[in-house]
């Protein structure tokens, strides 16, 4: 029993042309963005330990 395709020469060149090969291989230093988990608070560090004991201690 033999096999006969019945696809076009046509149609078959355009899926080869399309899905033929792989795509290029991207590096991953390009696959990766590095951005902050939350946004720096500016009051984080304007608390000074030393003027709090200056102020309420002496």
């Known amino acids: ?24 291989r991207i590096r991953l230093e390009d696959t990766v963005e590095e951005r902050a988990a939350i946004a720096p ?4 560090d304007a608390f000074n330990p030393d003027e709090w004991l200056v102020r309420h201690c002496l």
Do not use: C, I, N, Q
Not at 41 to 44: G, H, L, N, V
């Open 1 to 24: 029993m033999s096999h006969t395709r019945d696809v076009p020469d046509a149609t078959e060149a355009v899926r080869r042309a399309r899905f033929g090969k792989l795509p290029e």
């Open 41 to 44: 608070d500016p009051a984080k």
